[in-house]
């Protein structure tokens, strides 16, 4: 019988373990971290959506601004450069939120920090999911139809450009300096 955890060498214990000596936190620098995954992760997505719908388009203007819609609405399509920096500043604050939920979940799931490009490319999918149906709705944004195009390159675009870059930066900010505490987390 095929099973998930056995299948990537995981067992079900490492998951739940919340042993606090599983790994310690105590030489990381979470600031640095939310600092690093954030500027990473924003820098990474805006240059992907920059490109992606200027392909298809989309000056870079009406595109930050899009963003700034959430707050403003369609007003936010009227006013000018102002309205596309409080796009990029919207932008930044969601990529910092993801960065810092991130850094409070490996607290409580170890497997996050020690599987960090699997749990990297998971994240990307959830925040992919959680921006497109609960934050977008709820927002003033514009609704857009659904397109299965779009939403596998946003799905990739997630992946590669907030996911992973945030599980890889936190990892390196969180993993223990003590070369023991790694070796022991290796096994």
Partial sequence: MFSWPEFVGIEIEEIMNSTPAVFSLQNSNPLLAI???????????ITA?????GYFGRPPMRLLQGIAAGVLGSRS??????TALLGVFCHFFIAFSAATVYLMAI??????????VISGALYG???YF????????????????????????????HIFC????IALVVQRFSMPQNESVRTALAR
């Fill in 35 to 45: 600092l690093w995954a954030g500027l990473t992760c924003g820098t990474l997505d």
């Fill in 49 to 53: 959506a920059l490109v992606v719908y």
């Fill in 77 to 82: 399509f009227q006013g000018g450069f102002s």
């Fill in 107 to 116: 607290r409580w799931i170890p497997f996050l920090l020690e599987h960090a």
């Fill in 125 to 127: 999918i959830a925040v």
């Fill in 130 to 157: 959680f921006m497109n149906r609960v934050v977008v709705p709820l927002s003033g944004a514009i609704k857009y139809p659904f397109s299965l195009q779009m939403m596998a390159i946003g799905v990739v675009i």
């Fill in 162 to 165: 907030i996911g992973l870059p």
